[in-house]
Nanobody
């Protein structure tokens, strides 16, 4: 099983970017898929998560700016980043779980598996 995040790059603040999480060896539609990020010198934090039902969760600081979605036919989950800010600069990862959860206003990393290589997102001011 492999999850691969892609679509990162350099974007100006206020622009938009769409990240993709593609899977091999597993059918994503039966699982919850979460997006997480890690900035230099900081802990990994949750961004968003989508359950197999299609219900979505967001960390408080991302609500209204990011949108998670899934295309089961393509076995891919997306993260649409609108109006990103310089503080959104980080390596973004996707991972898999049975269900999504939020703890303390943040999507929880507990139980997440199959962390793949991330994709770098750099937001310029």
């Amino acid at each position: 099983v492999q999850l691969q995040a892609s679509g990162g790059g350099l974007v100006q603040a206020g622009g938009s970017l769409r990240l993709s999480c593609a899977a091999s060896g597993i059918t994503l539609e039966y699982y919850a898929i979460g997006w997480f990020r890690q900035a230099p010198g900081k802990e990994r934090e949750g961004v968003s998560c989508i359950n197999s039902s299609g219900s979505t969760l967001y960390s408080d600081s991302m609500k209204g700016r990011f949108t998670i979605s899934r295309d089961n036919a393509k076995n891919t989950v997306y993260l649409q980043m609108n109006s990103p800010k310089p503080e959104d600069t980080a390596v973004y990862y996707c991972a898999l779980n049975v269900y999504c959860s939020v703890v303390g206003g943040r999507v929880d990393t507990y139980g997440m598996r199959y962390w793949g290589k991330g994709t770098q997102v750099t937001v310029s001011s």
